[in-house]
T-cell receptor, first 113, second 117 residues
């Protein structure tokens, strides 16, 4: 069975600072993908970044980077130079060989001036 | 990038009526679409996986006779909530996977807020 755990229900960060959102996962699939999505108050799910289990390098997309530690089964999201518009819910998700995307419980990020 | 649309964005209905939600992939063909439900302050829960031309696969605990899914074409999937009740009030989000893409190409629609009175 697959499981995604996000232990931080809420995080605060000051504008222009970096913040790390934690995500751990559990799966027995040899091949899997890890995703981060942002959900603002409007409800839409915005894809941020993807990491494949066999990728040798950590994924980066602009101000987003994924700190992938396979042995620890963690896939933390790092947001650099936080902006007020980054305030939202952030969900970590995993897709294994069942082809289903399973989500964690989310972390609410608040960026303050 | 790829766009997935949902219609309607909001719907209010009386208890006992049926509500149909459409999910369309606008610029790619989606061999697989997924339906999720999200209650307030909770995560997205997968309801069912919809494959074009075949029956949907429902997750455990999801009533297939209550949540009818039809994936009639490579760009359209519909979710019908039959005989809706107040406990069905939720945020329903569809997701479409680009059949020609890699692992990362799964896109979400903007969601539909359903309120059953």
């Amino acid at each position: 069975a697959q499981k995604i755990t996000q232990t931080q229900p809420g995080m605060f960060v000051q504008e222009k600072e970096a913040v790390t959102l934690d995500c751990t996962y559990d799966t027995s699939d040899p091949s899997y993908g890890l995703f981060w999505y942002k959900q603002p108050s409007s409800g839409e799910m915005i894809f941020l970044i993807y990491q494949g289990s066999y990728d040798q390098q950590n994924a980066t997309e602009g101000r987003y980077s994924l700190n992938f530690q396979k042995a620890r089964k963690s896939a933390n999201l790092v947001i650099s130079a936080s902006q007020l518009g980054d305030s939202a819910m952030y969900f970590c998700a995993m897709r294994g060989e069942t082809d289903k995307l399973i989500f964690g419980t989310g972390t609410r990020l608040q960026v303050f001036p | 990038g790829a766009v997935v649309s949902q219609h309607p964005s909001r719907v209010i209905c009386k208890s006992g009526t049926s509500v149909k939600i459409e999910c369309r992939s606008l610029d790619f063909q989606a061999t697989t679409m997924f339906w999720y439900r999200q209650f307030p302050k909770q995560s997205l829960m997968l309801m069912a996986t919809s494959n074009e031309g075949s029956k949907a696969t429902y997750e455990q605990g999801v009533e297939k006779d209550k949540f009818l899914i039809n994936h009639a074409s490579l760009t359209l999937s519909t979710l019908t909530v039959t005989s809706a009740h107040p406990e069905d009030s939720s945020f329903y989000i569809c997701s479409a996977r680009d059949g020609s893409g890699g692992q990362e190409t799964q896109y979400f629609g903007p969601g539909t807020r359903l309120l059953v009175l």
